[in-house]
């Protein structure tokens, strides 16, 4: 795996630096030119579908961190 | 999740979430995080659409008690739309890209106008079903690092993730990537081509 797709895969996880109510962008994305980010996107456009449809209450992880930041 | 919630009209999940129901919302978003992740495709190029989407969705949630509906379908996902875009728009702004081509964000203010009918396609039973069926046939690796992701609920970074499967970074998020890609190749065989059924 290259540096390249390793960033990519990581950009497309959940996980965002904590920052409320602001919008801190993952490290990885950050690191990614554009074209690297629309492969990002699309990847978690699926992604999140997967998870949700494997989480037993029918959640993302994008959901599963909105509602953790939501509940304090 | 509560009976009543899978059953909910948008009406009654309005209601609910207005009131403070975590539960209506979590319902909620299991409909609409799909449409909303796409009305924000246009800008994926230029802002993180997760960071935006996350916090466009905590916003969607402190608004709600004070929201109006129009008596249209999908209120409340419009306003999030709404939200988000506006979240996006901040962010180019932010960093100055929004000097670089001002006809980007007319188109791109336009393409988050249109809304795709019907919730998402993930919460389809049948397909829940297959994937579920080919989550089983997966290595133990790949479908350890899933599983990682989907329990953490995007609470920790990767490298944490990793730390905790006994992988580096790199082999967690080959894992990731093989995971992934078996979970497409299984539904492909059969029938369900993951792009367009998940789009």
Redesign the interface.
């Known amino acids: 795996m290259t540096e390249r797709e390793a960033l990519v895969e990581e950009a497309a996880g959940a996980w965002r630096p904590a920052s409320p109510g602001q919008v801190r962008p993952h490290p990885a994305w950050a690191d990614l030119e554009p074209a690297g980010r629309l492969e990002a996107y699309e990847i978690t456009c699926v992604l999140r579908r997967l998870e949700a449809a494997l989480d037993p209450q029918g959640l993302s992880t994008t959901a599963r961190a909105v509602l953790a930041r939501i509940s304090g | 999740?509560p009976e009543s919630a899978e059953l909910a009209g948008e009406d009654l999940l309005l209601d609910g979430i207005r009131a403070g129901d975590?539960m209506s919302?979590?319902r909620w978003?299991?409909l609409s995080?799909?449409r909303l992740?796409?009305s924000l495709?246009p800008f994926?190029?230029?802002?993180?659409?997760?960071?935006?989407?996350?916090?466009s969705?905590?916003r969607v949630?402190?608004v709600t008690p004070r929201f109006v509906p129009d008596g249209r379908p999908d209120a409340l996902l419009r306003l999030a739309i709404r939200i988000a875009r506006n979240?996006a728009v901040?962010?180019l702004r932010r960093n100055r890209i929004d000097l670089v081509d001002p006809e980007f964000l007319e188109r791109a203010l336009a393409d988050a106008e249109r809304l795709t009918s019907g919730p998402?396609?993930?919460?389809d039973p049948i397909?829940?079903q297959a994937?579920?069926e080919c989550?089983r046939t997966l290595p133990r690796k790949p479908a350890d690092a899933?599983?990682a992701?989907?329990e953490?609920?995007?609470?920790?970074?990767?490298a944490v993730l990793a730390d905790r499967l006994g992988m580096r970074?790199?082999t967690f998020?080959?894992n990731?990537?093989r995971a992934?890609r078996l979970?497409?190749a299984c539904l492909r065989r059969r029938g369900i081509d993951?792009?367009s059924e998940?789009?």
């Open positions: 999740m975590q919302f979590a978003l299991s995080e799909g992740r796409g495709r994926a190029a230029r802002v993180d659409v997760e960071a935006v989407l996350q916090e969705l905590v949630w402190q979240l901040s962010e998402d396609s993930g919460s397909l829940r994937i579920e989550r899933i599983q992701r989907i953490s609920g995007g609470a920790e970074p990767d970074r790199n998020l080959q990731i990537t992934r979970l497409a993951v792009a998940l789009a």
